[in-house]
């Protein structure tokens, strides 16, 4: 069911994940927030599941993306390789302009 809002960012763009924890339900894992990584694709727009979960209307709908993250950013002492990538999927509202 995706929809036809504008998204913010295109593939390849940098972006930072927003860092916050409300009091509310959120789908943004806390080890990503503050961290910078690449979209790496746009998925369209859906009923923003943060409005859902309380019974809300999810509206007006959030482009959601997958971004890309290099491990070796995200863990202090990962000890893979370092071309190792972490691909989430993010809703825009809480991604920020590097």
């Given at each position: 069911?995706?929809?036809?809002?504008?998204?913010?960012?295109?593939?390849?763009?940098?972006?930072?994940?927003?860092?916050?924890?409300?009091?509310?339900?959120?789908?943004?894992?806390e080890y990503v927030q503050g961290k910078q990584g690449k979209v790496d694709t746009l998925w369209g727009a859906y009923p923003n599941p943060e409005s859902l979960a309380y019974g809300g209307d999810?509206?007006?709908?959030?482009?959601?993306?997958?971004?890309?993250?290099?491990?070796?950013?995200?863990?202090?002492?990962?000890?893979?390789?370092?071309?190792?990538?972490?691909?989430?999927?993010?809703?825009?509202?809480?991604?920020?302009?590097?």
């Amino acid at each position: 069911m995706a929809g036809d809002a504008a998204a913010r960012f295109k593939v390849g763009d940098q972006v930072r994940i927003r860092v916050g924890v409300p009091p509310t339900h959120f789908r943004t894992p806390e080890y990503v927030q503050g961290k910078q990584g690449k979209v790496d694709t746009l998925w369209g727009a859906y009923p923003n599941p943060e409005s859902l979960a309380y019974g809300g209307d999810g509206l007006p709908a959030q482009p959601l993306y997958q971004i890309e993250f290099a491990q070796t950013d995200l863990w202090r002492d990962y000890k893979g390789s370092v071309s190792d990538k972490l691909l989430i999927d993010i809703y825009e509202n809480w991604l920020e302009t590097i």
